[in-house]
């Protein structure tokens, strides 16, 4: 029997993810990142390769791990899609979850006005 590690796995369900969620012009792809620091948040165009928008726990005094935290990248990335001009995205979990931090960050992403 082998053991997989969470990394492995949650990398296998982002690609089984990323055949059917890809991002256009038109409808971008929102993608998020946890790690055990920081939450990050990109609004990404597949079809150039190119990042649009991107807002993170980096930036400023936002350098936490939790649901707050979450809730204000999410309001930011909605902010900053809407002054690029995107209205919609599709939603990428990147193997994660949908609950927690990623709940919240697309909840706060929504409630901003972002449509996905």
């Known amino acids: 029997m082998t053991t997989t ?3 492995a796995q949650r990398l296998k ?3 089984r993810l990323r055949k059917k969620v890809v991002g256009t012009l038109g409808r971008p792809r929102l993608q998020i990142f946890r790690s055990l620091h920081h939450t990050y948040a990109f609004v990404v165009d597949d079809t150039k390769g190119h990042t649009l928008v991107a807002a993170s726990t980096r930036e400023g005094t ?3 791990t939790n649901i707050e935290a979450a809730q204000k ?3 930011t990335i909605a902010q900053r899609a809407k002054a690029a ?3 919609a995205v599709v939603f990428d979990t990147a193997g994660h979850r949908y609950h927690g931090r990623v709940a919240a960050l697309a909840a706060a992403a ?5 449509e996905f």
Do not use: K, M, V
């Open 5 to 7: 590690s969470r990394t």
């Open 13 to 15: 369900r982002h690609s």
């Open 62 to 64: 936002l350098a936490r």
């Open 73 to 75: 990248i999410g309001a």
């Open 85 to 87: 001009g995107i209205n």
């Open 110 to 114: 929504r409630e901003a006005g972002l």
